[in-house]
């Protein structure tokens, strides 16, 4: 598709399709000032305008909830389907089932995807849809004042909610135990991880899982709430820095790192995700070293982030198909309906 060149006086700053980054924005926000969805949808439309994604190739989904109105925050351009509370996968399979060329997005909530949602979470997850899907997870219902969400942890006190009595939803191990094939967890409250990691996860063939913890200003932000800022802030423990680096780009790693320090994980578009090693050496692509993490994490009460399971072999569900190149939905009459003499023959067959 031939794009326009930017007009007289406009900004410079263009990427490799000659867009700029006003061209992945979308509408003003109305959700409260500070809120870290904002914060995700600021980092979504960074990451797209470094991929030089053009935005009518993506589609953007939600359910209800605070968080699923950030899609009308960024890519204006994009075409995009606000569903019914927790109905938001079936919605996303059935629309990339018939546009494979498609790259899907959605957005939802903690409340969207681990309550009411969580049967629609756990079998897009084994169908390994083509999208990425984004948690904003603050462990409260925001839209409805405040009330527990299923990730909220047990023995949280929130005003006219008393106490939490139990235990919560982890988003990460729900997808790893369901099959997901990229499973990342960050902070809203670290930005440049956020970018990486959704770049990561857009590059990734199948379903790629964020849940990224995102403060509610308004009715969970206590220092010792374990979805807020400054407990996020003073607990968070990256398991290694990550770069994404885009099939286009020239690979060059530091001389001075050292060997098994670094981790590559390549991706199906040729680009690269090169993982850095904080502490441990841990390999993302070992399922059950993941899933220990995440155990040992909610034992300790660390706020683990990063890339925490990755699987590239397991193919996407439009792949398992024998689809035609053409896009379902833009299948005419004449190509679906069988030629009259074929009807023919299988009637003589059947009589």
């Known amino acids: ?34 809120c870290g969805h904002n914060s995700i949808s600021s980092q979504i439309i960074a990451a797209m305008y470094e991929m030089s994604v053009l935005p009518e190739h993506v589609i953007k989904f939600s359910g209800i909830g605070c968080s699923s109105k950030s899609p ?20 996303a399979t059935g629309a990339l089932f018939g546009d494979r060329t498609l790259k899907g997005l959605g957005v939802s909530g903690d409340g969207d995807t681990a309550s009411i949602g969580m049967g629609q979470f756990k079998h897009v997850m084994r169908r390994n849809v083509n999208m990425v899907y984004i948690v904003e997870n603050n462990g409260v219902y925001g839209l409805t004042k405040g009330q ?27 997808a790893i135990v369901s099959n997901a094939t990229f499973v990342a967890r960050s902070f809203a409250g670290n930005p440049k991880q956020v970018k990486e990691l959704l770049k990561a996860a857009f590059a990734h063939k199948g379903i790629a899982v964020l849940d990224i913890i995102s403060p509610c200003v308004t009715f969970n ?27 286009r780009n020239e690979i060059i790693l530091e001389e001075e790192m050292k060997e098994g320090e670094i981790r590559e994980v390549a991706m199906h578009d040729g680009s690269i995700v090169i993982l ?47 689809l035609v190149d053409t896009p379902l939905n833009r299948l005419a009459e004449s190509d679906l309906r069988p030629a009259p003499e074929l009807i023919d023959r299988i009637n003589a067959l059947m009589f």
């Not at 406009?10 to 924005?25: C, E, M, P, Q, W």
């Not at 009308?72 to 919605?91: D, E, Q, V």
């Not at 807020?228 to 990256?238: Q, T």
């Open 221 to 247: 932000n206590q220092d010792n709430a374990y979805h807020s800022y400054a407990w996020g802030k003073d607990h968070e423990e990256p398991l290694h820095d990550i770069t994404y680096i885009a099939p």
């Open 148 to 174: 527990f969400s299923a990730t909220a942890e047990k023995g949280l006190q929130l005003k006219k909610q008393g106490t939490n009595p139990y235990m919560p939803v982890d988003i990460c191990m729900e």
């Open 1 to 34: 598709m031939t794009q326009p060149l930017p007009m007289a006086g406009a900004s410079t700053n263009v990427n490799l399709l000659g867009l700029t980054k006003n061209d992945y924005r979308g509408n003003p926000s109305t959700l409260c000032q500070g």
């Open 72 to 91: 009308t925050y960024f890519l204006n351009r994009s075409f995009g389907f606000n569903s019914l509370h927790g109905r938001m996968p079936s919605i």
């Open 276 to 322: 850095k090693n904080l502490e441990n050496d841990y390999d993302p692509t070992n399922r059950f070293e993941a899933l220990r993490v995440i155990e040992e994490a909610q034992q300790n009460n660390w706020l683990v982030t990063g890339l925490i399971y990755v699987n590239t072999s397991k193919p996407a569900l439009d792949e398992t198909y024998n």
